[in-house]
């Protein structure tokens, strides 16, 4: 192996990859207690709702309430999803409760048309305008490329396709690519080769950041490859919540306490706080009702003190 990262920044994306997905739509004062757990669990970086239409998502349409009731420390950047224009004003009016904003789009056509009806083309000229005003209102973004690593209507999806939408987005005045194995389709040899071409595509100041999926078990092996190849940045979902609306049955993003618990024992710092990530994990297992995929939130975090069996 390359030589790791010593340390690595995690965005908890849970309340918005989450929440979203779950058939349920969440309690506005359950979400605000997850996530108020979540600030409290070391994450600088959480993505904590979405302005996406609220006939479209009921699951978030109670985005600006979870907004202005939430109470993290001041040293957590909070994050927004906006998929448009109209998203980006709702969210500007509680402009003075975030830091960033993610935008997203498919690397596929056919990805991207069942997803937001629209051509890839067409996504990319409106985000640039929500790209443009966001930055003139001061705030950092995100762009998530998602189906970056393949499709599953379209199969494979050409990395310099990939690399060129990067950059287009960067262009727009993205600042972070996130690169989203949305439909889990990825492996560790294919992520341990992209990651670096798109990294010598778009040029050693870019924050690529990876987003992998667990719907086939390959999460944990995805972040060591992404790792080996020198990403220091991930998103990850507490609980292994998550998934994508198109197609149905594409599951969870890869546990954040699974991964936080890895990287600690492989002696990469993640500044998360386990046992109390663990704390959030089991409120949102109670909060669900159902059984988690996640593996640390069953077995809890390694413990190396001897201890004796039990009698
Ligand atoms: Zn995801």
């Given at each position: 192996?390359?030589?790791?990262?010593?340390?690595?920044?995690?965005?908890?994306?849970?309340?918005?990859?989450g929440?979203?997905?779950?058939?349920?739509?969440?309690?506005?004062?359950?979400?605000?207690?997850?996530?108020?757990?979540?600030?409290?669990?070391?994450?600088?970086?959480?993505?904590?709702?979405?302005?996406?239409?609220?006939d479209?998502?009921?699951?978030?349409?109670?985005?600006?309430?979870?907004?202005?009731?939430?109470?993290v420390?001041?040293?957590?950047?909070l994050?927004?999803?906006?998929?448009?224009?109209?998203?980006?004003?709702?969210?500007?009016?509680?402009?003075?409760r975030?830091?960033?904003?993610s935008?997203?789009?498919?690397?596929s056509?056919?990805?991207?048309?069942?997803?937001?009806?629209?051509?890839?083309?067409?996504?990319?000229?409106?985000?640039?305008?929500?790209?443009g005003?966001?930055?003139?209102a001061?705030?950092?973004?995100?762009?998530v490329?998602?189906?970056a690593?393949?499709?599953?209507?379209?199969?494979?999806v050409?990395?310099?396709?990939?690399?060129?939408?990067?950059?287009?987005?960067?262009?727009?005045?993205?600042?972070?690519?996130?690169?989203?194995?949305?439909?889990?389709?990825?492996?560790?040899?294919?992520?341990?080769?992209?990651?670096?071409?798109?990294?010598?595509?778009?040029?050693?100041?870019v924050?690529?950041?990876?987003?992998?999926?667990?719907t086939?078990?390959?999460?944990?092996?995805?972040?060591?490859?992404?790792?080996?190849?020198?990403?220091?940045?991930?998103?990850?979902?507490?609980?292994?919540?998550?998934?994508?609306?198109?197609?149905?049955?594409?599951?969870?993003?890869v546990?954040?306490?699974?991964?936080?618990s890895?990287l600690?024992?492989?002696?990469?710092?993640?500044?998360?706080?386990?046992?109390?990530?663990?704390?959030?994990?089991?409120?949102?297992?109670?909060?669900l009702?159902?059984?988690?995929?996640?593996h640390?939130?069953?077995?809890?975090?390694?413990?190396?003190?001897?201890?004796?069996?039990?009698?």
């Open positions: 192996m390359a030589e790791l990262p010593q340390r690595v920044r995690i965005r908890e994306v849970g309340p918005r990859d929440f979203q997905n779950e058939p349920e739509t969440i309690d506005t004062y359950d979400k605000v207690r997850l996530i108020d757990q979540l600030g409290r669990s070391g994450f600088r970086r959480i993505e904590v709702t979405s302005f996406v239409r609220p479209v998502i009921p699951q978030l349409a109670d985005a600006a309430a979870v907004l202005e009731a939430i109470d420390p001041d040293d957590v950047a994050s927004v999803l906006v998929p448009n224009e109209r998203g980006l004003d709702r969210a500007l009016e509680h402009r003075d975030f830091h960033e904003v935008v997203f789009l498919s690397a056509q056919t990805h991207n048309r069942k997803n937001v009806n629209r051509s890839v083309e067409e996504s990319l000229a409106g985000l640039r305008l929500v790209l005003r966001a930055r003139e001061g705030l950092r973004c995100e762009a490329i998602a189906t690593f393949g499709c599953p209507y379209e199969g494979r050409p990395p310099e396709r990939v690399a060129s939408i990067a950059s287009e987005l960067l262009d727009a005045g993205a600042q972070e690519i996130g690169f989203g194995d949305t439909t889990g389709m990825a492996n560790p040899r294919q992520v341990r080769e992209l990651f670096p071409a798109w990294r010598s595509a778009l040029g050693a100041e924050e690529l950041t990876a987003h992998f999926h667990n086939r078990g390959q999460g944990l092996a995805n972040v060591v490859a992404a790792l080996d190849a020198g990403v220091d940045s991930f998103e990850t979902a507490f609980g292994e919540l998550g998934g994508c609306p198109v197609p149905a049955g594409a599951t969870g993003n546990a954040t306490e699974d991964v936080v890895m600690e024992e492989m002696g990469i710092e993640t500044g998360v706080d386990l046992p109390a990530l663990v704390v959030a994990t089991g409120m949102v297992a109670d909060v009702g159902r059984p988690l995929g996640s640390v939130s069953t077995a809890g975090p390694v413990d190396w003190s001897p201890s004796p069996p039990a009698s």
